[in-house]
């Protein structure tokens, strides 16, 4: 697995923004996620999954990925105005996610939104239309059709067009 695909991977879930660590009370989510990334002229297609852990919410929080065999392979930790990204090969820090996903992916992404979606809400910082079995938000389709079992998936179409699944364990 190439070292980008894991850096798309951290800006995906990540949320907004630095170093700080979360309120130690807040609670963890869990599961096992994978992103899918169509190819575009500029770039090839990837493919990711990994277990996580991610406490907080688009201002400020932690992410965890663990590779299939459980070792940890990278942490994301951000607050408003950094992002810091720590793998194997160090940290590095980032204005902020948008600068981080840019960075990996040749564009950006809404990552301030994510912990929200994974919760099954709309994010509050941008308008969105409800749907059945979810919503439109930021021109993504997130699908909340299965979120009691703890399914939740969000879909770009626009090019390049993305998949984000989740399976989220039960808490």
């Not at 079995?133 to 699908?143: M, N, S, V």
């Not at 939740?152 to 984000?164: D, E, F, G, Y």
């Amino acid at each position: 697995m190439i070292r980008g695909a894991w850096l798309v991977l951290a800006a995906l879930l990540a949320g907004c923004a630095t170093a700080p660590r979360p309120d130690g009370a807040t609670p963890w989510t869990t599961g096992r996620l994978s992103v899918n990334i169509a190819a575009t002229p500029a770039q090839t297609a990837q493919s990711v999954s990994a277990a996580f852990e991610l406490r907080g919410d688009g201002d400020s929080g932690e992410l965890r990925l663990n590779s299939p065999l459980g070792s940890r392979v990278a942490s994301a930790r951000w607050a408003p105005g950094q992002a810091l990204l720590t793998t194997s090969e160090g940290e590095t820090a980032y204005p902020d996610l948008e600068a981080l996903s840019r960075k990996a992916l040749g564009e950006s992404l809404p990552l301030a939104a994510l912990p929200d979606w994974l919760a099954g809400r709309p994010w509050p910082g941008a308008a969105h239309q409800a749907r059945d079995g979810g919503f439109d938000q930021l021109g993504w389709q997130i699908d909340l059709t299965r979120r009691a079992d703890g399914f939740v998936q969000a879909s770009r179409a626009a090019a390049p067009a993305v998949s984000l699944r989740v399976k989220l364990d039960a808490s």
